[in-house]
């Protein structure tokens, strides 16, 4: 069927056309018939050096080899789901870059015991969250840390030999830094041995052992002695972990080293543009650093993929190696991450429009400098319908209003207007399309 409406299509175009229409049916056809060989998103667990099962997810790159794999550290007492940290991973694994994000020990939906925690036993989280992708998957080379985080990955990465970069966020210059949370129960904590505590809003546990293991934490001694290229983000606004101490990183590392400024964002990182922003610099930045072995390529041998996770509309596109983000507006529940599936449609309607008309310029040798194209999509009643079964009987209608710029008489711009509706994309959505699909559920692991 697809066969015979391609023939049928062709038929009635010219060369040149039935060419880019051939390759446009084609991803056409492929997106139709493209589904996940794998789950996107992965439920998993790891035990920490006491034997608990710690909380992760492992998001993966839609439809490829992971270029690399990276760790997130979330800061003190948040977790794993935290919107930041989602937003983030989301940013690398757009360039390819799997995530594992987890819930340190006694927090989350991880094993254990909070006040039995300390600095140490984080770092330690750490170093068992990697070898579990080492066993499991591959090496990360790439450690991120938010906050208390951000200190607990520069402590990782000297245990941790396949780590080839590190990002902090917001992190203190020094562990202890963190006791300025709870300084008015430090006297009742030193005394009593313990103390609950007030963070966030929520009640902690603080143990003496706590404290006394920021202290003996030397944070300067590590960036010393490392010799691994690292990104440190900070916002001048931050009033958790002010500004200086990312000023004390920067002069206490080696180069290579960044900076970057999050000007206006708060400790958390709560507005999400700060957050998508951060998550986009990382993974540019990132990039320089982390080798890639062999250049990545699908898995399938579809040419477009489509991933949907387990929350919300937020979809993940490839093409080929092109990254994508598709969505929905804020005001269908969608969090407007990406263009949506109609936005997407014009899109192709318009670049294509541009390219054919750019295409038959250059054969004509006329002189076209410029082309905009601007669509909008809406259902309108149908007028004088005389087959329709309802009254309220609708179609799509897609207005296109072209723009062009060059040493162009009136004829010419005319021929133009003729030839933009001669474009394959707008050809193929304005004769029959014949839909073929195919579906296959493959239940989730939690491992």
Known sequence: MFSRMVRK???HA??????YLLRTLAIVKQLLYCTNNQNMTKKVAFKNKDGGLLSARLELPTGQRPVSYAVFAHCFTCNKNLSAIRNISRSLIQKGIAVLRFDFTGLGDSEGDFADT???????????????????????SLLIGHSLGGAAVIFAAEEIDSIQAIVTIGAPAAPEH???????????????????????????????????DLEKKNLSEILKKMRKPILILHSPQD????????????????????FISLDGA????????????????IASWASRYLTDTEEHKLETNQQVGIHLGPEGFTTDVVAGRHRL???????????????????????SVGTCTAMTLRMYANRKKWKLNEVEVHLSHSKEHIKDCEDCESSEAKIDVIRKEIKVKGDLDATQVNRLLEISARCPVHRTISNQVH????????????V
Request: hydrophobic share 40%.
């Open 266 to 281: 708060d400790h958390l990182l709560s507005q999400k543009q700060d957050s998508l922003y951060a998550g986009e610099v």
């Open 435 to 446: 839909f073929e699909s195919i579906i296959h559920n493959k239940q989730e692991a939690d």
């Open 239 to 258: 009033r958790i972990v002010e500004i200086e101490n990312a000023g004390k990183l920067y002069a206490g590392a080696h180069h290579p080293k960044s």
């Open 178 to 212: 963190v006791a300025h949370l709870f300084s008015q129960s430090k006297v009742t904590i030193l005394a009593n041995e313990e103390a609950e505590v007030s963070i966030g809003g929520r009640p902690f546990t603080i143990k003496k052992q706590f404290l006394e």
């Open 14 to 19: 010219d060369a040149t056309t039935s060419c």
């Open 325 to 347: 983000i598709a969505d929905e507006p804020i005001s269908v529940g969608g969090q407007n991450l990406g263009p949506s599936p109609y936005d997407f449609l014009l899109a």
């Open 118 to 140: 300390n600095f140490s036993s984080n770092v330690q989280d750490l170093v068992a969250a990697a070898d579990f992708l080492t066993e499991k998957y591959e090496a990360p």
């Open 9 to 11: 299509v062709l038929s």
